[in-house]
């Protein structure tokens, strides 16, 4: 059963980062359906934006004066490896990346990866993998009871209409607590991304949210519409003329 993604976001104050993966079916066609979004508490958190790169976005300084720790918000969450795009929370985007490269998978790069070392949360690191024909894959690194690093590893064929949700935290709390289960299974009902971006953005909660990222790709062409909304400084809309695959 495909849950409402909006209903969720709406019920819950402080998701942490996240992400979407799906397909989306349009007539005569089917897009690969892809989001990310960021959150924050902290003014570290909350003083950045989404920029876009040649593969893909980064994350930058809102006010490079006040950033107090770059280490852990300052990252590409996208980047495209060929007809591939890598999303994720962090900088194992890179080094992702940099085994897809290699000709090494998606799974090798996360398992010489762990949780980020920001105690007392010890806060997942979440990443996708969206492929040419639309299958994705999503992955969990998170802390077990005893510190030790747990590696969770899903792999979905592309259905209609339908994809799935994952994030860093399952709600608001002190310390926070990390997503449990697998991703949750969720309605692509918005037509484009221009839909989808509004909707999520509005379903995310006001005070916590930051940036979003929202892209449809055509699946026959390569041909995307592109959506990133920024709380602070300026949003992006890009549909492109060409294939973003290289």
Same mark, same amino acid.
């Given at each position: 059963?495909n849950?409402?993604?909006?209903?969720?976001?709406r019920?819950?104050?402080?998701?942490?980062?996240g992400? *979407? %993966?799906?397909?989306?079916?349009?007539?005569?066609?089917?897009?690969?359906?892809?989001?990310?979004? &960021?959150?924050?508490r902290?003014?570290?958190?909350?003083?950045?934006?989404?920029?876009?790169?040649? $593969? #893909?976005?980064?994350t930058?300084?809102?006010d490079?004066?006040?950033?107090?720790?770059?280490?852990?918000?300052?990252?590409?969450? *996208?980047?495209?490896v060929?007809?591939?795009? &890598?999303v994720t929370n962090?900088?194992?985007?890179?080094?992702?990346?940099?085994? %897809?490269?290699?000709?090494? =998978? /998606?799974?090798?790069?996360?398992?010489?990866?762990?949780?980020e070392?920001?105690e007392?949360n010890?806060?997942?690191?979440?990443?996708?993998? *969206?492929e040419?024909?639309?299958?994705?894959?999503?992955?969990?690194?998170? +802390?077990s009871?005893?510190?030790c690093?747990?590696?969770?590893?899903?792999?979905?064929v592309?259905?209609?209409?339908?994809?799935?949700?994952?994030?860093?935290?399952?709600?608001?709390?002190?310390?926070?607590?990390?997503?449990? #289960?697998e991703?949750?299974? *969720?309605?692509? $009902?918005?037509?484009?991304?221009?839909?989808? +971006?509004?909707?999520?953005?509005d379903?995310?909660?006001?005070?916590?949210?930051i940036?979003?990222f929202?892209?449809? =790709?055509?699946?026959?062409?390569g041909?995307?519409?592109?959506?990133i909304?920024n709380k /602070?400084?300026?949003? /992006?809309?890009?549909?492109t003329?060409?294939p973003?695959?290289k």
């Amino acid at each position: 059963m495909n849950q409402n993604l909006f209903e969720l976001l709406r019920a819950n104050p402080y998701p942490g980062r996240g992400i *979407v %993966l799906g397909m989306k079916s349009l007539p005569g066609a089917s897009a690969a359906v892809m989001a990310y979004w &960021i959150m924050g508490r902290s003014a570290n958190s909350r003083n950045r934006i989404f920029s876009l790169t040649d $593969d #893909g976005i980064r994350t930058e300084a809102y006010d490079p004066s006040k950033v107090e720790d770059p280490s852990l918000i300052i990252y590409h969450p *996208v980047r495209m490896v060929g007809s591939r795009t &890598i999303v994720t929370n962090g900088d194992q985007t890179d080094t992702i990346r940099d085994y %897809l490269l290699e000709g090494k =998978t /998606f799974a090798d790069a996360l398992r010489t990866r762990e949780f980020e070392p920001d105690e007392p949360n010890f806060t997942p690191r979440i990443s996708g993998l *969206v492929e040419r024909d639309g299958r994705y894959a999503l992955s969990i690194l998170k +802390a077990s009871p005893n510190r030790c690093p747990m590696r969770q590893f899903f792999e979905y064929v592309a259905e209609g209409d339908a994809g799935h949700f994952i994030s860093t935290y399952q709600g608001d709390g002190n310390p926070l607590p990390s997503f449990a #289960g697998e991703p949750i299974r *969720v309605a692509i $009902d918005a037509p484009d991304a221009d839909t989808f +971006a509004k909707e999520l953005w509005d379903a995310l909660n006001e005070e916590n949210r930051i940036s979003l990222f929202v892209r449809y =790709t055509d699946l026959r062409n390569g041909f995307a519409q592109t959506r990133i909304i920024n709380k /602070f400084g300026e949003s /992006f809309s890009v549909d492109t003329k060409e294939p973003i695959w290289k």
